[in-house]
Structure formats: structure tokens, C-alpha cells
Nanobody, 124 residues
Framework: QVQLVESGGGLVQAGGSLRLSCTAS????????MAWFRQAPGKEREFVGG????????YYADSVKGRFTISRDGARNTMYLQMNSLRAEDTAVYYC?????????????????WGQGTQVTVSS
């Protein structure tokens, strides 16, 4: 089993920044993918971005390209989501997800492990 714990959510004004963290523990695969998803009230969970952890290759949804950046710290098994130029439409619960794969998928169903989620609220 893999456990994922997110942190770093909060309330920020439009145009501001936040950084989310996701730390993995437990039975970590030797190679795996981690991703961020978000879900706003009344909407489906959507892919934000992901990283092939060992390679560091990142992928982003078009809606966040140029504003959000994913990085990772291998020694800490931690993935980060730096969110800049935040907009009201970025308001959602943000979830960290992981799977034992070398391919970043944008489909939530492909991920086996999920964190509890952290709320991000952007005020306009």
C-alpha cells in the first residue's frame, strides 16, 4: 500500500500563489507516476498535471500551462505543485494521486492511490 498526504492548501486572492505538497510513504514502487487532480463543486475530477517521478518528465492540462509547475524531491518522495497567477476558477479540492507506471495518464481511473485532498480557494 502507498499512502499519500497533501498539504499547503488555503485561501488566496486572485493573482496570488500557493504551493501544494504531496508526500508518499509505504510500499513505494521503484518507478511510478504522481499527479494532481482537482474537483470543484458540482464538477468532475479533472487532471491538473503529473510527473514521471524518476525521470522528472512533467505534463500539464492546458488550463494551467504557464501558471502551474510540478516538481519533485526524490529523497523525500514528495511532489510539489507551485500555483501562480491563481484565478477564481482554480478554486477546488486538489488531490494527489499515484500509480506504478512510467506514463502520466490524465484519467483518474488509472490511479490506484489517492490523498485526502486539500482545499484551494481563490477569491476574486
Amino acid at each position: 500500500q502507498v499512502q499519500l498526504v497533501e498539504s499547503g492548501g488555503g485561501l488566496v486572492q486572485a493573482g496570488g500563489s500557493l504551493r501544494l505538497s504531496c508526500t508518499a510513504s509505504g510500499r513505494i514502487f521503484s518507478w511510478y507516476t504522481m499527479a494532481w487532480f482537482r474537483q470543484a463543486p458540482g464538477k468532475e475530477r479533472e487532471f491538473v498535471g503529473g510527473v514521471v517521478f524518476l525521470a522528472g518528465t512533467t505534463y500539464y492540462a492546458d488550463s494551467v500551462k504557464g501558471r502551474f509547475t510540478i516538481s519533485r524531491d526524490g529523497a523525500r518522495n514528495t511532489m510539489y505543485l507551485q500555483m501562480n497567477s491563481l484565478r477564481a476558477e482554480d478554486t477546488a479540492v486538489y488531490y494527489c494521486a499515484a500509480e506504478g507506471s512510467a506514463v502520466v495518464s490524465g484519467a483518474a481511473a488509472e490511479y490506484d492511490y489517492w490523498g485526502q485532498g486539500t482545499q484551494v480557494t481563490v477569491s476574486s
